[in-house]
C-alpha cells in the first residue's frame, strides 16, 4: 500500500526537481500524443525545445522571438505569483492587459503627432495605470463585500475583451484606416514605438522592465517586510492578523502590483511586437502566465526560466505548425498539461512516500 | 463481577517512540474504570486500540469471553463498543438528528429517531431538542449529543474521553449523574482523565499509564490524590515557587469592553470589565467557547474595540492595532500555535519576525534583518529550553509543547509591560508546563501584569493572585484565589456573578 | 417581443449553465471547489458535438459528453484527492487543458453539422395555448436539467448518502473520525460534476448554437460557478440563478437584433457585468450556507 507521509518541512530539493520532472513527463506524455496524431514524436520534441533555438536556417528569426515572447508573461507572472503567494487569486490579468494596452495606447494617440521623448513613458505610466484600475475593481469589491476576486476578476477579462473590440472598431480607430478596425500603427510613430533596444535580440522595454521587476520582486519576497507580510498572510491569514498585518491592505498591495505589471505589458505589447489595438492583439498571455508562475514554483529566478521556458513553446509550437503540420491547439494542451503534471509532482515537496503493508508494519 | 474486556499486552510502537508497551488490565461489568496518565502516556493510543481505530503491534483483547480485534470504528460499534471523543465529531451546520444518524451503524427513519432522542435524553436527564443546529449549541449540549449518539446503540461498554474538559462544574454534577445511572443498568465505562479528585468520586478502578506502561491499577477510593499524582508522573518536578511583594500601579483596565461575534458560532463579547496592575496575575477561568479567543483578540488588538473600552497605562489604545500596542508593551499569546500564534510552514526565525520585528529591531528601514532575527530565535530557544535542530525548523515540524515553550518565550523575552496569554499549557507535558508558569511568574515578579486565560483550573488557582470567569462573553468580578473554593468558582462558571457577590457581603 | 417565444428561449439559453451549476453545487457541497468547470463544459461541448456527428445520434453524443467530461473531472480529483494539490491551481489547470484539449479534438469539426435533438411535444400538456409552446415543446435535456435539481434535492435532503455527502463537506476531520470515506465520496461527487459540465457543454455545442466553433462556452463555466454562490448552495437557488442569467442573455441578445440604441459590446458584455453585480449582492449580505471544508485538502493523518 502507498501511504504518503507528511514532511516535517518542504523539501529544498524536491522544490527544485518537481518542475524538472513536470518537463520531462510532459515531453513523455506530450510524445505520445504527438504519436497518436500521427506525427513523429521525437521529431516534435526537438521542434519545440530545440530547433527555436538551434536549427540552422529558423533559429536566426525565432531566437529574437524568445525574449518577445517571454517579456509579457515573465512581467505578469511576477505579479501574479505575488498574489498567489498572500492567497489572492487574480486570474483576470489578461483583461487588465488588455485594459493597460488600451489606456496606455489611448493617452499616446490623444498627443498624436507628437514627438515629444515623455510621450512614451507617459504612455507606459498609463498602462500601469489601467492595469492598476482594472484590477482595483475586484479589490475594491472583496475588501469591502467579500466578494469572490476569482469569478470577479475573470468576469471582467470578458467585459475588457469587450472594450478592446469597441476601442478598436469605434473610439481609437485609425482615421486613416480607410474604415477597417485596429488603431493607428505605432510602428510608423517613432516616438512611441518599442522598438528592440539591441537589433535582432527581441530586447524592448518590456523586456528591460521584466527584468526589473524579477529583482525587484525577489528583493521584495525575501528581504522587504512587505513581502514577509505577504508571505505570512498566505501561510496563516490568523497569524498575519495577530503580527499586525491588515487583510485589506494586502489585498490592494497584491492586485494593484499585479495590475499594474500586467497593463505595463500590455501597453508594451501593444507600442512593440503588437503594433497597433486591433481586437485580438491579446494573445492569452494574461491566462498563459498563471502557469508561468507556478512553473516558476512563485518564486522570481523560478517565473524568470519559466517564463523563457513557456516562450519557448510558443515559438517551439509554431515552427512545429509549419514544418510537421501540427495543430496549434496541441501547444495550448501541451501548456496545461505542464501544470498539470507540476501541481501532481509537486506532493513529493509537501510528503514523503511510503510502502507500507498497511498498519500492521 | 464478571469481566467485560480484558486487555493483555496491547504494545503500539511509532517511529521513536513507544506509545503503549505491554498494557494490560480488565474492565468489569458494570463498573467505571479510570485510565489516568499525563498527556502522552498514551491513553489515546490504547484507546484508538480499543475503538478499532488504530491496530495493536502485540497484544489481544477478549470481549466477554471471544476474541475482540476491531479493524475500524464500525467493527467496534458493533461489538458495543461506543466512543465519545474529547475533540468532538460533530458537523456544526447539521441539526442534532443528522448528527446522530451519522454515528449510527443503521439508523432508523428521520421520524423514529426524533422520537428516540428525546426519549433517551428524558431517562438520563440530557436535555436535547433534536431540530436544534449543532453548531448553536454549547460545549456541553455538544456533548450531549455524543453521549446520545453513543446511547442509542445501547453499548456495551462506553469510552469517554477527557468528557469534563469543555464542562462547568454544575454540568459535570449532572453528568455523573448520568454515568452512575449506565453504571446501575450494567454498562460499563472507561473513564479517560487527569482529575484526580474527579476519579476518585466516580470511578471503581484506576489504570495508571506512564510513559506507555500500566505502573499499577487501584481503587481510587482507598487512595489519596496524591499518591495518585506520584503513581501518574513517577518523578516530582518544580512547582511554580510562592510570590509575595507588592501591586503596582493599574497597567490594563478594560471598561465594559463589547465587541460582536468575529464569525456565525463565534461568541460576543457583553460588557467585559477587568483591571490587571503590575506584579500581578489575573487568571480568567470559564468553559470552552465561552469568548477566551475573543477576548484575546480584542486584548491584542487583532479585532479594534470600540473608543473608550481599552486603556493601557491609562491611555485609549483601543482603536490602536497589534502593531502600535506591541510598541507600547502590550503583548500577547494565542491559544492556537499552529495558525495563529506562529505560522506552521515558516521557519522559527521567520517566526520570531512575526511579532519581535519592531521591539527586537528587527526590520531597517522595511528591509529584515535575517541575521539578527536569526539571533533573537536562537536566544528564545536557547532561554526556553526548545528542542529543535535550529531556528531554520519549521514550525509544524516542533511538537506541542517546544512550539509552545517558543511562542510564549518569544514574547516574554520582549520584556513586555503587559501580556495577555490564552491555555499557555494546553497539551504540553508536566515539566514543560511548569517551566512555562514558572516563566510567567517571574515575568510578573519583574513589574508586567499578566492575564493567564486558561480552562485548567487548578493552573489557575496555582499562578494567579485574582480570579475571573467568562461566561458567553460576560466577565464575572475578579476575585482573590484565596477567598474561593470549588463552589464559588462553579457559580462564577456558570454565570451567576451577583449571587456569589451578595453572598460574599453578607 | 413575443413572450411566449422569449420563455422558451430563455429556457434552452438557461439550460447548459443549470446542468454545469447543480453539477458543481454537488462537488462544493462535497467540500471541494473545482474551478474547471469551463474545462469540462468545453470538452463535453466537443466530445458531444463529435459523438453525435459520428453516430448521428443527439442521445449518444450527449452520453458521451458526460461520460468524457467526468472522466476529464477524474484528473482533477486524483490531483486534489491523492496528490493533495492546490483545488484552486488545479481547477485552473484543468480549464486551460480542456480549452486545448477541446481545441485540439475540434478542429475537424468547425463548420460541420451535428443531428440535434428534436423536440418533444409532451401530450396534453404541449397542447394547452401559450404554456404549452413556452414549457411544453422543448428536447428532452430540458427536461432532464429540471429532474437533475428535483433529483439533487431530494438525493440531499432525504438519503443517507446526500446526508453523508453534506457531512464530509462540512467537516473532513469529524466525517473521518466517524470512519466515513471522505476522499471517495469526493471522487464521487467530482465525476457527478464533471459528467453535469459535460452535458451543459454539449447543450451548447449541439443545441444551443448548434455548430463547434473553438471556445464556444464563453464563460458559461465561470458563470456556473458564480450561479453557485448566488444559489447559496441550495438546489433551487441555482435553478432561479441559471434562469435569471438564461433571462439576462436572452434579452440582450433581443435587443442587439432588433438595432436598440446601445453600443453592440455593452450589450454583450452586460451578461458579466450582472454577474459581478449578482455576486457582489449576495457577499454583501453576507455568504451563507458555504460549505466548512470547502476548498481545503484532507489528508487524514492518523
Known amino acids: ?361 | 463481577m464478571a469481566t467485560l474486556l480484558s486487555i493483555r499486552g496491547l504494545t503500539k510502537a511509532y517511529p521513536g517512540v513507544v506509545a503503549n508497551d505491554d498494557v494490560s488490565f480488565d474492565i468489569d461489568k458494570g463498573e467505571i474504570h479510570a485510565l489516568l496518565g499525563e498527556n502522552g502516556a498514551g491513553k489515546s493510543t490504547l484507546v484508538k486500540m480499543i475503538f478499532g481505530l488504530v491496530k495493536p503491534d502485540a497484544g489481544e483483547m477478549v470481549l466477554d469471553g471471544a476474541a475482540y480485534t476491531p479493524g475500524k470504528p464500525s467493527d467496534a460499534r458493533r461489538a458495543g463498543v461506543a466512543m465519545v471523543f474529547q475533540h468532538f465529531s460533530l458537523f456544526e451546520a447539521l441539526d442534532v438528528a443528522e448528527n446522530v444518524a451519522l454515528g449510527m451503524e443503521n439508523p432508523p427513519k428521520p421520524r423514529d429517531l426524533a422520537r428516540q432522542i428525546r426519549e433517551v435524553s428524558e431517562t438520563y436527564g440530557l436535555p436535547l431538542d433534536p431540530t436544534r443546529t449543532v453548531g448553536t449549541l454549547s460545549a456541553g449540549e455538544r456533548q450531549r449529543v455524543e453521549i446520545i449518539r453513543c446511547l442509542l446503540q445501547n453499548p456495551r461498554l462506553l469510552i469517554m474521553d477527557e468528557p469534563t474538559s469543555v464542562l462547568t462544574p454544575q454540568e459535570v454534577e449532572i453528568l455523573f449523574k448520568t454515568l452512575n445511572k449506565l453504571r446501575a443498568e450494567g454498562t460499563s465505562i472507561l473513564y479517560i482523565s487527569h482529575k484526580l479528585e474527579e476519579i476518585r468520586a466516580l470511578c471503581d478502578t484506576a489504570s495508571i499509564l506512564r510513559r506507555g506502561k500500566n505502573v499499577a491499577t487501584i481503587v481510587p477510593r482507598d487512595v489519596t490524590a496524591r499518591q495518585m499524582a506520584e503513581l501518574m508522573v513517577g518523578a516530582s518536578f518544580d512547582t511554580p515557587a510562592a510570590r509575595a511583594g507588592e501591586k503596582g500601579e493599574v497597567l490594563l483596565r478594560t471598561d465594559k469592553l463589547s465587541l460582536p461575534a468575529p464569525g456565525a458560532f463565534g461568541t460576543p463579547l457583553r460588557e467585559a470589565s477587568l483591571e490587571v496592575r503590575a506584579g500581578e496575575v489575573l487568571g480568567i477561568g470559564g468553559v470552552a467557547g465561552n469568548g477566551q479567543d475573543e477576548l484575546l483578540m480584542a486584548l491584542s488588538g487583532e479585532r479594534l474595540a470600540p473608543a473608550g473600552s481599552i486603556f493601557f497605562k491609562g491611555r485609549d489604545v483601543s482603536r490602536t492595532g497589534p502593531i502600535g500596542r506591541r510598541d507600547a508593551g502590550l503583548l500577547s499569546g494565542p491559544e492556537e500555535r499552529l495558525g495563529h500564534a506562529a505560522a506552521p510552514n515558516m521557519s522559527l526565525t521567520e517566526n520570531a519576525v512575526l511579532t519581535g520585528a519592531r521591539r527586537e529591531g528587527l526590520v531597517r528601514g522595511g528591509f529584515i534583518d535575517w541575521g539578527k532575527s536569526k539571533g533573537f530565535a536562537e536566544k528564545v530557544i536557547e532561554r526556553f529550553d526548545v528542542r529543535t535542530p535550529g531556528p531554520g525548523t519549521a514550525a509544524r515540524a516542533l511538537s506541542g509543547g517546544n512550539l509552545q515553550k517558543f511562542v510564549v518565550g518569544r514574547e516574554i523575552l520582549q520584556n513586555p509591560d503587559v501580556f495577555i496569554v490564552n491555555q499557555p499549557t494546553w497539551g504540553v507535558d508536566a515539566a514543560a508546563a511548569a517551566a512555562i508558569r514558572q516563566a510567567l511568574l517571574d515575568l510578573a515578579a519583574q513589574g508586567a501584569a499578566i492575564v493567564v486565560i486558561s480552562q485548567d483550573l487548578d493552573e489557575l488557582m496555582e499562578i494567579s493572585d485574582r480570579f475571573a470567569a467568562l461566561n458567553e462573553g460576560r466577565l464575572s468580578p475578579a476575585r482573590a484565589v484565596s477567598e474561593l473554593d470549588i463552589e464559588k468558582i462553579g457559580l462564577m462558571m456558570g454565570g451567576a456573578h451577583d449571587m456569589e457577590v451578595a453572598h460574599v457581603d453578607s | 417581443m413575443d413572450p411566449v417565444l422569449l420563455v422558451a428561449s430563455i429556457m434552452v439559453s438557461a439550460t447548459p449553465i443549470l446542468l454545469a451549476a447543480i453539477g458543481e453545487m454537488v462537488v462544493e457541497k462535497a467540500g471541494v471547489l473545482n474551478l474547471g468547470v469551463e474545462g469540462m463544459m468545453i470538452t463535453g461541448a466537443v466530445i458531444g458535438f463529435a459523438a453525435a456527428v459520428g453516430t448521428g445520434s443527439p442521445v449518444l453524443g450527449f452520453a458521451a459528453a458526460a461520460l468524457g467530461a467526468a472522466v476529464l473531472s477524474l484528473t482533477f480529483g486524483f490531483l486534489t484527492q491523492y496528490l493533495l494539490s492546490n483545488q484552486v491551481a488545479t481547477g485552473l489547470g484543468l480549464t486551460l487543458v480542456g480549452l486545448g484539449l477541446s481545441a485540439l479534438v475540434g478542429a475537424g469539426f468547425e463548420g460541420v453539422r451535428a443531428p440535434g435533438p428534436g423536440k418533444l411535444w409532451i401530450p396534453g400538456l404541449a397542447e394547452i395555448p401559450v404554456i404549452g409552446p413556452m414549457f411544453f415543446r422543448h428536447d428532452f435535456m430540458v427536461y432532464v436539467s429540471l429532474l437533475l435539481v428535483a433529483g439533487v434535492w431530494a438525493f440531499l435532503k432525504f438519503t443517507r448518502a446526500g446526508l453523508i455527502l453534506r457531512a464530509v463537506g462540512e467537516d473532513h476531520e469529524s466525517a473521518h473520525a466517524l470512519g466515513y470515506k471522505v476522499v471517495r465520496v469526493r471522487m464521487a461527487a467530482i465525476f457527478f460534476g464533471g459528467a453535469c459540465a459535460g452535458l451543459g457543454g454539449a447543450y451548447v455545442s449541439l443545441v444551443r448554437v448548434p455548430q463547434w466553433t473553438e471556445g464556444m462556452t464563453a464563460g458559461a463555466g465561470w458563470i456556473a460557478l458564480a450561479i453557485v454562490v448566488f444559489a447559496s448552495w441550495r438546489p433551487f437557488g441555482v435553478l432561479i440563478g441559471a434562469y435569471l442569467f438564461g433571462g439576462v442573455t436572452v434579452l440582450q441578445l433581443n435587443l442587439q437584433a432588433a438595432g436598440a440604441n446601445v453600443p453592440v459590446e455593452l450589450l454583450s458584455m452586460s451578461p458579466y457585468l450582472i454577474t459581478i453585480l449578482v455576486l457582489v449582492v449576495i457577499s454583501a449580505r453576507g455568504v451563507h450556507g458555504a460549505p466548512g471544508s470547502l476548498g481545503r485538502s484532507f489528508h487524514a493523518s492518523a
Open chain 1, 1 to 361: 500500500m502507498i501511504r504518503l507521509e507528511k514532511r516535517p518541512q518542504p523539501s529544498r530539493l524536491w522544490t527544485i526537481v518537481t518542475p524538472l520532472l513536470a518537463v520531462v513527463l510532459t515531453m513523455v506524455v506530450g510524445g505520445i500524443m504527438f504519436a497518436l496524431l500521427g506525427k513523429p514524436p521525437l521529431e516534435a520534441i526537438r521542434t519545440i525545445f530545440w530547433d527555436p533555438l538551434f536549427h540552422p536556417q529558423f533559429a536566426g528569426y525565432s531566437r529574437p522571438q524568445l525574449l518577445v515572447k517571454a517579456g509579457p508573461l515573465i512581467l505578469i507572472a511576477i505579479g501574479l505569483s505575488i498574489g498567489f503567494k498572500a492567497g489572492i487569486w487574480n486570474i483576470g490579468a489578461e483583461g487588465q492587459y488588455i485594459m493597460g494596452a488600451v489606456c496606455g495606447a489611448a493617452v499616446g494617440l490623444a498627443f498624436y503627432p507628437s514627438e515629444s521623448v515623455l510621450l512614451f513613458p507617459l504612455m507606459v505610466v498609463a498602462g500601469a495605470l489601467g492595469g492598476w484600475a482594472w484590477a482595483m475593481i475586484p479589490a475594491v469589491l472583496k475588501t469591502r463585500f467579500g466578494t469572490n476576486e476569482i469569478l470577479v476578476s475573470l468576469m471582467l477579462v470578458y467585459v475588457a475583451e469587450n472594450i478592446l473590440a469597441s476601442a478598436s472598431a469605434g473610439w481609437l480607430r485609425s482615421p486613416e484606416g480607410m474604415g477597417f478596425p485596429g488603431s493607428r500603427n505605432f510602428k510608423q510613430w517613432p516616438a512611441v514605438f518599442n522598438d528592440e533596444l539591441v537589433a535582432n535580440t527581441g530586447m524592448h522595454w518590456g523586456v528591460v522592465a521584466a527584468f526589473i521587476a524579477v529583482i525587484g520582486a525577489y528583493a521584495l519576497m525575501a528581504r522587504h517586510i512587505q513581502g514577509f507580510n505577504i508571505r505570512l498572510t498566505g501561510e496563516a491569514p490568523r497569524a498575519a492578523r495577530f503580527s499586525g498585518v491588515s487583510p485589506v491592505r494586502i489585498v490592494f498591495l497584491c492586485l494593484g502590483i499585479s495590475g499594474a505589471l500586467a497593463g505595463m505589458a500590455g501597453l508594451f505589447e501593444v507600442t512593440g511586437p503588437a503594433g497597433q489595438i486591433t481586437i485580438d492583439f491579446n494573445s492569452g498571455y494574461g491566462f498563459t502566465a498563471i502557469i508561468v508562475a507556478f512553473l516558476g514554483r512563485l518564486h522570481p529566478v523560478g517565473i524568470l526560466l519559466a517564463g523563457l521556458l513557456m516562450a519557448l513553446t510558443y515559438i517551439g509550437g509554431e515552427l512545429a505548425q509549419l514544418m510537421l503540420g501540427l495543430p496549434g491547439a496541441s501547444i495550448q494542451l501541451f501548456q496545461g498539461m505542464l501544470l498539470f503534471f507540476l501541481l501532481a509532482t509537486d506532493v513529493f515537496t509537501n510528503y514523503r512516500i511510503r510502502f507500507a503493508k498497511g498498519e500492521l508494519a
